[in-house]
Nanobody, 122 residues
């Protein structure tokens, strides 16, 4: 397992583009074959997978969020960042970062951050 730490703006206004950062102290986000992922949980709902940036720097996003999502990384800081554009109150959620690896054709997540609350409100 590896430690992951999210940070984010907390409260944002509708239409803004918040950035959330996940720091991985003591690990490398370029290590084969991990997939550094963002997942969220709206209040009273289940987990929603947002997307990942792979060890190779390739990215993949949920089709439902793809048009508003960008995940990038800073290898010098061992961080990866989620930007979600044009947010609405429906984007209010606890946002988690996690490390994934493939088991067959499925991504499994053994390491998670503690989550950071993002609330979209005017």
């Amino acid at each position: 397992q590896v430690q992951l730490q999210e940070s984010g703006p907390g409260l944002v206004k509708p239409s803004q583009t918040p950035s959330l950062t996940c720091t991985v102290p003591g690990g490398s986000i370029t290590t084969n074959y991990y997939y550094w992922t963002w997942i969220r949980q709206p209040p009273g709902k289940g987990l929603e997978w947002i997307g990942y940036i792979a060890y190779s720097c390739s990215t993949y996003y949920s089709p439902s969020l793809k048009s508003r999502t960008s995940i990038s990384r800073d290898t010098s800081k061992n961080q990866f960042t989620l930007q979600l554009s044009s947010v609405t109150p429906e984007d209010t959620a606890v946002y988690y970062c996690a490390r994934g690896e493939y088991s067959g054709s499925y991504l499994s997540y053994g390491s998670w951050g503690q989550g950071t609350q993002v609330t979209v409100s005017s």
